[in-house]
């Protein structure tokens, strides 16, 4: 079957714009996770859907990050006024919420903020 | 909070011999599972192998294997035979068992390079 699909596979922005991530988990995943990975750095977790709902939202870096999900379906990751030290590849995961839940990952996207 | 650590920013290894990558965690926590994940280039994070942690039987996965040394804190990561395939990015990753889904708390990886 389809696995997590995340666009755009990368992006270039100005410094000041805006820009929005998009992830399509695995169909009947519940879960759904941002997490961002900068150079040379391991993953760092942004934040947490369990259906529309983001029971946990702490790793957000700045009000600039936001993310909503709709239809407990497609996730949007949205940074205002983007900053060079945003730029990374952010990654999305989804798994089912019961039992031991593999985290699925799609390829991420790369956001590179001139 | 829970922290992982990699203490090997960079391995490399002969084609066909064996590798360990090491891994350490610090948690309170009690009941948790530990993983090890594989970047390659791609980016297309993979799940390598799994150990949950009331089990004491250390988990394999083919050529895969893990040390888990639960006292210790300690996971680490055995690669028998290594393969070309294998060179990657390792990443050693901690959740803790909870009623819902928690996030997954990453070391910062392990570079590995087989070399033929």
């Known amino acids: 079957g389809a696995g997590v699909s995340q666009s755009p596979s990368n992006k270039v922005t100005e410094k000041g714009k805006d820009v929005e991530l998009r992830c399509d988990p695995i169909s009947g995943h519940t879960a759904l996770y941002w997490y961002r990975q900068s150079l040379g750095q391991g993953l760092e977790f942004l934040i947490y859907f369990q259906g529309n709902s983001a029971p946990d939202k702490s790793g957000l870096p700045s009000d600039r990050f936001s993310a909503e999900r709709t239809g407990g379906s497609v996730s949007t990751l949205t940074i205002q006024r983007t900053q060079q030290e945003d730029s990374a590849v952010y990654l999305c995961a989804s798994s089912l919420t019961t039992g031991l839940d593999e985290q699925y990952f799609g390829p991420g996207t790369r956001l590179t903020v001139t | 909070a829970q922290t992982v650590t990699q203490s090997q920013p960079e391995m490399s290894v002969q084609e066909a011999e064996t590798v360990t990558l090491s891994c350490t965690y610090d948690?309170?926590?009690?009941?948790?599972?530990l993983f090890w994940y594989k970047q390659p280039p791609s980016r297309q994070m993979i799940l390598v192998i799994r150990q949950e942690a009331y089990k004491q039987q250390n988990a394999t996965e083919n050529r895969f294997s893990v040390n888990f040394q639960k006292a210790a804190k300690s996971f680490s990561l055995k690669i028998s035979d290594s393969q070309l395939g294998d060179t990657a990015m390792y990443f050693c990753a901690f959740m803790k068992r909870n009623s819902g889904n928690t996030p997954l708390v990453f070391g910062k990886g392990t570079r590995l390079s087989v070399i033929a």
């Open positions: 948690t309170s926590e009690n009941n948790y599972y």
